[in-house]
């Protein structure tokens, strides 16, 4: 599930999930809202006010490959968001960052439930006028790419509109 900020691809991807018929896990990949962001302890509350009351949710900031490893059959995942899970790991070297997103590649091969990601697209304006915002931006993008071969469906939802990538468009050759 791919999309910028505001444009629905959470709610999107929480109708998915509920018409999985699947008991469903939600897997927050970010911080704890503080008291004193009140704009990020807003979005939180809004998404946790959404999802239906039997839902399970696992706060796992930057250990999402191994919660994945820990979800069983009969289930269904939903991960939101890659962004924020991108943004714990940019203190990482090269090194130990590409081994966090083998990690969770290797996760999603074998988790026993269906996963659907939710990811943030920042690459499509301006760009970053910092190393951090650039170094962000190219490692979702590099992350989103790693993972679609995995995907049965890629979604795109802007402007509240959901389109369905997979059946649209045709894969990038790889150089």
Not at 20 to 33: E, H, I, N
Not at 39 to 52: F, I, K, M, Q, Y
Not at 158 to 172: D, E, I, P, W
Request: proline share 7%; glycine share 8%.
């Amino acid at each position: 599930m791919l999309g910028p900020t505001r444009s629905g691809k959470s709610r999107w991807a929480e109708h998915l999930a509920q018409q999985s018929g699947l008991p469903v896990t939600y897997l927050a990949t970010g911080p704890r809202p503080s008291a004193d962001d009140a704009a990020w302890l807003a979005r939180v509350e809004a998404h946790a006010a959404r999802r239906p009351p039997n839902w399970s949710v696992l706060e796992v900031d930057s250990a999402l490959a191994s919660s994945l490893d820990g979800l069983r059959s009969p289930g269904f995942a939903l991960v939101d968001s890659l962004g924020t899970w991108v943004a714990a790991g940019l203190e990482l070297d090269p090194s130990a960052w590409q081994q966090r997103c083998t990690a969770l590649v290797q996760s999603l091969s074998t988790c026993e439930v269906p996963v659907l990601l939710v990811s943030e697209q920042t690459g499509w304006g301006v760009v970053p006028a910092t190393a951090i915002g650039g170094l962000f931006r190219d490692r979702l993008g590099s992350l989103e790419q790693q993972l679609a071969p995995f995907c049965a469906a890629i979604w795109l939802v802007v402007a509240g509109r959901a389109l369905n990538l997979s059946n649209l468009g045709f894969a990038v050759p790889s150089v």
